[in-house]
C-alpha cells in the first residue's frame, strides 16, 4: 500500500516572478486525498480555481502557466515538479499575484519549504497512470515521446550551439532520493545574448544571476558557477517532471525528449491523454513493490514525515 500525501501545515512563501518581475506571497494548503494540485488567484476577486492538469495549460513559452488571460498562474511548473518528486500529490495554493516566485531558479527551496513543512499521509491509496503503448509528439526537429516501463524514468537530450553546454543527454531514474539528490537543485538558464528580445516579449524582466544561470558568449556569469557540470540538461529533467506531473497522478512509463520544451511536454501529455486505449489508470496496490520502493523518502525527510 502506498498512500496520497499532503503537506502537514499550510506554509506561505515570498519571492518574486522571473517573468513578471512582481513580488508574490503564495500560500500552500494542506488538501484532502484526490484534490489534486489547484491554485486560485487571491489578488482577483471570485478567480475560478485553476487545477492543475495538462488541459488548463494556457500559454507555454518559455514557462508552463495554468488558466487563461487575467484568470491564470505562470511559472508553475518548478512548483510542480517539487511536489511530484517528493510524491505530494494534494496541495491547495493561494497565490496573490500572476506568476510562482522563482526563488533560487531551481526546486531547492521548494524542498527546503516541505522539509520544514513536513508532508502528511493520507488514508487513501495513490494511484497511477501506467503508459500501456508509445505515443510520440514532433514539432520540426524536436520530439519527446513515452512508452511503458515499471517506473518513470526519463531520459532528456539538450542541444545548443553555445561552447559550455553542446549536447548533453541524462537518463532520470525516478525516486525521491534520487530527484532531491540528482534535480531538484538544477537551476534555469539563459543565454545573455537572448536577454533583450525575452525583455521584449515581456519575459524575463525578474531575471538576475540570482535566480538563473547566465551564460554570456563564453562562460557562467555566476560567481559561485555550476552546481553539476551538466546542471542545464538535469534542469530540463526538472521541468519535465513538472510539466509531465500534470498527467495528474504518479506516473509509470519512460519518457525521453530531444531538444523538448514547455509546449512539447504538454503536447506530450495532450495526446496520451487522447489515446485511451494508451493507457490506464490503477492503483498503487497493484504495481510491483519497486515502483513503489522509489516513493520511499530518504532519511534527511523522514523524521519530518508524519
Ligand atoms: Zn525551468
Not at 507555454?60 to 498562474?73: A, D, I, K, R
Not at 516541505?114 to 502528511?120: L, R, S
Not at 534542469?235 to 509531465?244: A, E, N, Q
Request: glycine share 8%; with cysteine.
Amino acid at each position: 500500500m502506498l498512500n496520497q500525501r499532503t503537506i502537514a501545515k499550510k506554509v506561505s512563501i515570498t519571492g518574486i516572478g522571473i517573468h513578471s518581475g512582481r513580488k508574490v506571497t503564495m500560500t500552500l494548503h494542506p488538501a484532502e486525498a484526490d484534490f489534486g494540485i489547484q491554485f486560485r488567484r487571491t489578488d482577483i476577486k471570485g478567480a475560478e480555481i485553476l487545477k492543475a492538469t495538462a488541459e488548463t495549460v494556457g500559454t507555454t513559452e518559455n514557462n508552463t502557466s495554468l488558466g487563461q488571460g487575467l484568470n491564470s498562474v505562470h511559472t508553475v511548473e518548478h512548483l510542480l515538479s517539487v511536489l511530484y518528486g517528493l510524491g505530494i500529490n494534494n496541495v491547495f495554493v493561494e497565490i496573490d499575484g500572476p506568476e510562482v516566485p522563482i526563488m533560487d531558479g531551481s526546486g531547492a527551496s521548494f524542498v527546503f519549504v516541505m522539509k520544514e513543512t513536513g508532508i502528511q499521509t493520507l488514508n487513501k491509496s495513490k494511484k497511477f497512470l501506467v503508459v500501456l503503448k508509445p505515443v510520440e509528439v514532433q514539432v520540426g526537429d524536436k520530439w519527446a515521446k513515452i512508452e511503458p516501463a515499471e517506473r518513470l524514468i526519463i531520459d532528456s537530450t539538450i542541444v545548443f550551439t553555445h561552447p559550455l553546454i553542446k549536447k548533453q543527454r541524462k537518463q532520470f531514474e525516478f525516486s525521491c532520493e534520487n530527484y532531491i539528490r540528482e534535480i531538484g537543485r538544477a537551476r534555469t538558464f539563459g543565454l545573455l545574448r537572448d536577454v533583450d528580445m525575452l525583455k521584449r516579449k515581456g519575459l524575463v524582466k525578474g531575471g538576475s544571476l540570482d535566480n538563473a544561470i547566465v551564460l554570456d558568449d563564453f562562460k557562467v556569469m555566476n560567481p559561485e558557477g555550476l552546481r553539476f557540470v551538466d546542471e542545464f540538461v538535469r534542469h530540463k529533467i526538472l521541468d519535465t517532471v513538472g510539466d509531465i506531473s500534470l498527467l495528474g497522478h504518479e506516473i509509470a512509463g519512460k519518457v525521453t525528449t530531444f531538444k523538448s520544451g514547455h509546449n512539447l511536454h504538454n503536447l506530450l501529455c495532450r495526446q496520451l491523454l487522447a489515446t485511451p486505449d494508451a493507457y490506464e489508470i490503477v492503483s498503487a496496490t497493484s504495481l510491483r513493490k519497486e515502483a513503489l520502493e522509489a516513493f520511499e523518502l530518504p532519511r534527511a525527510l523522514a523524521p519530518l514525515f508524519t
